[in-house]
Antibody
Framework: QVQLQLSGPGLVKPSQTLSLTCAIS??????????WNWIRQSPSRGLEWLGR?????????DYALSVKGRITINSDTSKNQFSLQLNSATPEDTAVYYC????????????????WGQGLLVTVSS | QSALTQPASVSGSPGQSLTISCTGT?????????VSWYQQHPGKAPKLMIS???NRPSGVSDRFSGSKSGNTASLTISGLQTEDEATYYC????????????FGGGTKVTVL
């Protein structure tokens, strides 16, 4: 059974970097059958996909337009985990953040999320 | 980014069937076989109920089924049970300047 354990600070100051890590058990971050995603949820924005990383002989990243330029998703194969960095945080980034495993087809991601982390509320406030 | 359109709420009595719609455009729902549905109970992470329009993951009750016609996808719950009371979200692939995922605004299902 795949399990995802999210960790990181629950409070970030405006203009600082929001950093979260998702530790994977029961699968591998470098699996050829999975993409590793970050998704957030807030009352104002609903569920919002932020981006993903996956490995296919090399690493690929896709990012949502809404956060492109501020977001970086990295993988750490030695620790079997992946991370989110969101620069220049604003109160609009306050949300429950989730990491999630997505399907990966032969040619592209499969755009569904079958395992989710527990969620972490991150508040951006001074 | 505009969310996919779902009704805010639907309700039904135990044993009844109900259907939740998810309306997008020819650039997302109508263009790809990549509609998925999620069930979320309060304070919990979403749970995948349907992938790729109509595929049911192992362990999900066969009372849940999905379909698509044109730019609208649908989730049907048959034999409604009290534990089905939750918020349901649809999601789809959307191509803008990149490959993205777009969610619906969510539908609260109430079992009367």
């Amino acid at each position: 059974q795949v399990q995802l354990q999210l960790s990181g600070p629950g409070l970030v100051k405006p203009s600082q970097t929001l950093s979260l890590t998702c530790a994977i058990s029961g699968d591998s971050v470098s699996s050829n059958n999975a993409a590793w995603n970050w998704i957030r949820q807030s009352p104002s924005r609903g569920l919002e996909w932020l981006g993903r990383t996956y490995s296919r002989s090399r690493w690929y990243n896709d990012y949502a337009l809404s956060v492109k330029g501020r977001i970086t998703i990295n993988s750490d194969t030695s620790k079997n985990q992946f991370s989110l960095q969101l620069n220049s945080a604003t109160p609009e980034d306050t949300a429950v953040y989730y990491c999630a495993r997505g399907g990966l087809g032969e040619w592209e991601p499969l755009y569904y999320f079958d395992f989710w982390g527990q969620g972490l509320l991150v508040t951006v406030s001074s | 980014q505009s969310a996919l359109t779902q009704p805010a709420s639907v309700s039904g009595s135990p044993g009844q069937s109900l259907t939740i719609s998810c309306t997008g455009t020819s650039g997302d729902v109508g263009a790809y076989p990549y509609v998925s549905w999620y069930q979320q109970h309060p304070g919990k992470a979403p749970k995948l109920m349907i992938s790729e329009i109509s595929n049911r993951p192992s362990g999900v009750s066969d009372r849940f089924s999905g379909s698509k016609s044109g730019n609208t996808a649908s989730l049907t719950i048959s034999g409604l049970q009290t534990e089905d009371e939750a918020t349901y979200y649809c999601a789809s692939k959307r191509v803008t300047t990149g490959l993205e995922v777009i969610f619906g605004g969510g539908t609260k299902v109430t079992v009367l």
